[in-house]
């Protein structure tokens, strides 16, 4: 399947939205309509620290987002790269979707002089760890939260 894979904009909401519902449903969650549209307006400020690709098919259809943001840590001298949301319609799963998506953010990462790129995914989420231990490499560390 051909994909490409460019930043959104402001058209893109109509496509994002379902995608993005489709993410929260996947993991059992949800968030109020205002942190919906804080999220849209983050992704669409240039000046802001959250960024986005979306993923076309051929008739360009969105089948695909994810999202992404650069932080500061204490054990570089520059900034990481975190991909924080990352969903591809499950009908084009396997396409080759998700993958363009995760290289668009190593290139940007890269762009941006970053020295990692990394994520989160749920333990159980075994078609997407299928890609993720072919592009990326598992660490050791356990996500705590309060």
Request: aromatic share 14%; proline share 4%.
């Amino acid at each position: 399947m051909f994909v490409q894979v460019r930043p959104l904009t402001a058209e893109d909401h109509d496509a994002w939205l379902p995608l993005w519902r489709g993410y929260l449903d996947f993991y059992k969650a949800s968030v109020s309509g205002t942190v919906t549209a804080t999220t849209w307006r983050r992704i669409l400020d240039p000046a802001g620290p959250i960024h986005a690709f979306g993923a076309f098919d051929e008739a360009g259809r969105m089948v695909g987002f994810v999202h992404y943001l650069f932080h500061p840590v204490t054990w570089s001298a520059v900034e990481r790269c975190y991909l924080e949301d990352l969903f591809v319609d499950p009908a084009t799963r396997g396409t080759g979707a998700g993958r363009a998506l995760i290289e668009a953010v190593y290139k940007a990462a890269d762009d941006a002089g970053a020295d990692q790129v990394y994520w989160l995914t749920a333990e159980d989420n075994a078609t997407a760890r299928r890609l993720y231990d072919r592009i990326g490499r598992l660490t050791r560390f356990l996500k705590y939260q309060r």
